[in-house]
Every structure is written in C-alpha cells, then in structure tokens.
C-alpha cells in the first residue's frame, strides 16, 4: 500500500511539474488588431477596406477593390487637385478620405497593391512634386524619407499642367512625359523637408489654362495629433474635428472578424519597393534603409 501511495504522489508532482513547465513557456497570444496610430483610424476605415499586420510598417489599411476599383492608384482616384493659399490640396470624394489623403503614407506591395500607412499629422497631401515644360507630376510620399528623385517610375503620375485641376484625372495622364518631367535635370522640384511639399506654383497652371488661379483658403493645420476630416467648402477648408472611438480595438471584441472589421495577418513581405534614407556624411549614394523586420 505504501508502495503504491508513494507512485501516486510520484505521477501527482510530475503532472505539476509538466503543468508548469507548459505555462512558463506558453506561446504568447498574437496581437489581433492595430495599435498605435493604427488603431486611431481603425473603425472608420473597416468598412471600406481590410487592415493586414505588414513586416515591414505594422498595421497597414488596403481599400477595398470593390469601392476604389482594380486600377486605384492614390491621390489619383476619387479626388481632385485644389489650390490653396498654402499650396495644393488633394479634395477626395470619398466620405472617407480625409484619413488616408492628409494623414500617413502610402507604400506600394507587388502582392498586394497600395497600402496605407498611418500617421497622425495632418497635411494638405503628402506627395513629392516635379513640372517642367508644361506638365506637372507627383508620387505618394512612402513611409520613409527618400533621395531625391528615388521614388520608382511607375509610382509617378504626369498630366498636362492644364489639367491638373480636372475632378477625373486618370483619362488625361501623360506616361510619355515621364522622362523630362521627373527625371531630368532641369525639371523644377519642391526643396526637399520632412514635411508636406506644397507643388507648382498657381502661375504654372495659370500659364496653361489661361486662366487666373484663385487660392482656397487653407486654415492653420489642426495640432499635433489631433484628427479632422477635412474638405473644401466654397473657397474655404473645412476641418471638422473627427469623434475616435472610447474604446479601442481588440480581438476581444471583434473575435470572429465579422465582414465589417476584417482583421487579417500577412505573411513577411519581400516585395516592397526600394526605399532609401536621404544619404549621410556626403556620400554619393543613397543608403537603403528596407529591412525585413516590422518597423518598431
């Protein structure tokens, strides 16, 4: 009996041990839903669109195919170009557009498309600028700083400086201009700084339309990290203060990822663009900057 007592405290301790041994090196519980600025723009962008975890930038937001279309491409579709006393405004008809147009980044995945990054500083559009010889073109800002001209061709987009202002923008690009607008030498750019770039001045445009070009007025940017939905009301910008949710998203509450809040995990990515950091200590070429980790 006592034999039999003592294998039975036996197999008891090595059940707590292999009890314990299981909860000390538990796998922890994966993150199901953004953080972060993420999480800010979170619900307001569900429903147009699906939120993947990206290695490289965190929680990205993809707007859906089905609103934006399989040729989207961004501060193109669905907008127009205004021109404001502070330079150009990028007006989207999406209701929305206020977030991903005047907040965050834009980064392109060969396997996804277009993905927004997000950011809670505000501006009138976050693209790079060239005009030259009548035609003016612009690029989505991405997420990191680059060198000058570093952006790829293909995420260029060239018009007629006539026709910058027209509501639909794709039946007017120029792709043939790329060259001498972008890329050469004498091509008049924005001076390169951490903030949002204003464009051409009015008189580029004015100059080929034959027109005069009256500003809209831009009042002061909103705070830091304050979120507004922004539009252009007569010959005015709006800001109206954008209500966050109290309540953060969390796998919790949207445990089953109903269709309106898709929340889904993407594998590491190694089809991003080359993204490169302004070059330090003089050298002559930039510096590439793209991991494979997620940016911290």
């Known amino acids: 009996m006592r034999a039999v007592y003592h294998l039975a405290a036996a197999a008891a301790l090595l059940a707590v041990g292999l009890d ?125 700083i680059v060198a000058a001209r570093e952006e790829p061709r293909s995420h260029w987009i060239v018009v007629a400086a006539r026709d910058l202002t027209r509501p639909q923008l794709a039946g007017y690009i120029q792709p043939n201009e790329l060259g001498r607008v972008v890329f050469a030498d004498d091509a008049a750019h924005p001076a390169t700084h951490p903030g949002w770039r204003s464009g051409p001045p009015a008189d580029v445009v004015a100059a080929a339309t034959g027109q005069p070009l009256a500003p809209v007025h831009l009042p002061p940017p909103p705070r830091g990290g304050e979120l507004v939905r922004s539009r252009v009301a007569g010959d005015a910008v709006e800001h109206t203060p954008f209500v966050e949710s109290k309540q953060a998203p969390a796998a919790s509450i949207f445990p089953h990822n109903p269709p309106e809040f898709p929340v889904h995990t993407m594998r590491a990515h190694t089809t991003h663009a080359p993204v490169f950091d302004l070059p330090h200590g003089g050298g002559d070429h930039p510096r590439s900057s793209h991991g494979g980790g997620r940016r911290r």
């Open 20 to 144: 314990c041994h299981r909860t000390d090196t538990a796998a922890p519980v994966p993150q199901l839903a953004p953080t972060g600025p993420s999480a800010r723009f979170y619900g307001a962008l569900a429903p147009y669109g699906t939120w993947i975890d990206d290695a490289a930038y965190g929680w990205v937001w993809l707007p859906s195919p089905a609103i934006v279309g399989a040729d989207f491409f961004p501060y193109m579709t669905g907008g127009r170009w205004v021109y404001t006393d502070a330079g150009w405004m990028f007006d989207s008809s999406y209701s929305w557009g206020w977030a991903p147009f005047h907040y965050g980044r834009w980064a392109f995945d060969a396997g996804v498309g277009w993905m927004w990054v997000p950011d809670d500083v505000w501006g009138p559009a976050w693209v790079d600028w060239r005009w030259n010889a009548g035609y003016v073109g612009w690029a989505p800002l991405p997420p990191r």
